[in-house]
């Protein structure tokens, strides 16, 4: 085959693999896997990676012939273990060699001759079986193989940056994909969620690209107006019944995450030594001094519906809460609990450091009650 079938052959091979396994292709490895796919030929000397190792490729060629040891399994393995050293700087890079490589393996055995795949034995592969059928070198049968593979990488290129169920996404806005694709990537960068729904308790139209700021009962949470609501198929658990949705990426996202025992202490000493400036979210349960706590009424005293702060039995839950869901309990003190605080940072923020200074566990135990002890 000729340098233009072999290269897009081997390009049509990396985008493809990108597009099925997900992988994110880059200028990079496809450059490996062009290079690596033109390797075999270094046993002709017209070729032109032979006439530019023409010190290599001649006596390679008086020695064994073309299409033999280069073309062969052995030969596959020893390319392999001399790439071996990328697979520290990233394995894509050694798989793009050794894929690139193969590819050229693969598509001659579409030549008239075949390949000695299984050098040094005399037995020959080639495909098909029919010899009519096979492909000469710079035939018009290999022009219009070649004309199908570049219509292929063209077509393959959007695709495989999105992946082939990102893609399938995309196209079709089914929210099961969007919750299996956030599951994958959540924590990597800020997303939003495109979405066309139904509110559960008006019925009411709701389009918006909401950010999404976590998961909850096979849905998401997302912010719509500034609030956090359940997003998912089922009307006891979550606030928007989705109608069409689509994920999409934004900038980089980097999670710093600080645990902090609350026993002694108030969810207002807590907030008030969180910089209100930064994206934070509060998640963990707190047992509640009193053993009540305020009362909550209407759907939201559903364990199965969603709330950022949800009370029960003495414990207070708080589930991507933030200072503005704490109202009734910031100024209870917390028997025991922890609460972890996300602070989710942009590409350039400074890191959080977060103080919670030296001041004295309250009592847990209220005044009024301590003169009965």
Not at 77 to 83: D, E, F, I, T
Request: aromatic share 10%; with cysteine.
């Amino acid at each position: 085959m000729t340098l233009g079938t072999h290269v897009a052959f081997a390009s049509v091979l990396y985008l493809g693999g990108a597009t099925l396994f997900g992988y994110k292709p880059d200028g990079i490895g496809w450059l490996l896997a062009a290079i690596a796919s033109l390797l075999p030929d270094i046993d002709l000397p017209p070729a032109r990676i032979g006439r530019l190792f023409w010190f290599v490729s001649v006596p390679l060629e008086r020695r064994f012939g073309h299409r033999t040891m280069t073309h062969s399994a052995v030969m596959l393995l020893v390319v392999a273990a001399l790439a071996a050293p990328l697979w520290w700087v990233a394995p894509l890079y050694f798989w793009a060699v050794v894929g690139g490589y193969w590819s050229h393996l693969w598509i001659d055995m579409l030549n008239v001759r075949g390949v000695d795949l299984f050098w040094p034995s005399p037995i020959r592969l080639v495909t098909p079986g029919n010899r009519h059928w096979r492909l000469a070198v710079g035939s018009k049968g290999e022009m219009i193989l070649l004309s199908a593979l570049l219509a292929l990488t063209v077509a393959l290129y959007p695709l495989s940056h999105l992946g082939f169920r990102d893609a399938l996404q995309a196209l079709l806005k089914s929210f099961d994909i969007a919750v299996e694709q956030y599951a994958r990537v959540s924590g990597t960068h800020w997303y939003t969620l495109e979405l066309t729904a139904t509110d559960n308790l008006t019925l009411e139209r709701v389009t918006c690209r909401c950010p999404v700021v976590g998961t909850w009962k096979n849905g998401f949470i997302v912010l719509h107006q500034g609030q956090p609501r359940a997003v998912g198929q089922s009307e006891a658990q979550h606030n928007l019944y989705p109608v069409a949705a689509r994920l999409i990426a934004g900038e980089p996202l980097r999670v710093v995450a600080e645990r902090v025992a609350m026993q002694g202490h108030t969810l207002r000493w807590l907030v008030s030594r969180i910089d209100q400036n930064r994206t934070y979210y509060l998640l963990g349960e707190v047992e509640i001094a009193d053993g009540r706590g305020p009362a909550l009424t209407g759907r939201l005293d559903s364990v199965d519906a969603y709330n950022p702060t949800s009370y029960r039995g003495g414990i207070l839950r708080l589930h991507y809460a933030r200072a503005q869901e704490l109202g009734p309990w910031l100024d209870l003190v917390a028997v025991r609990g922890e609460v972890v605080v996300q602070f989710w940072l942009k590409p350039g923020e400074q890191p959080v450091y977060f103080d919670l200074g030296n001041d004295p566990p309250a009592d847990p135990i209220p005044a009024e009650l301590r003169r009965f002890l």
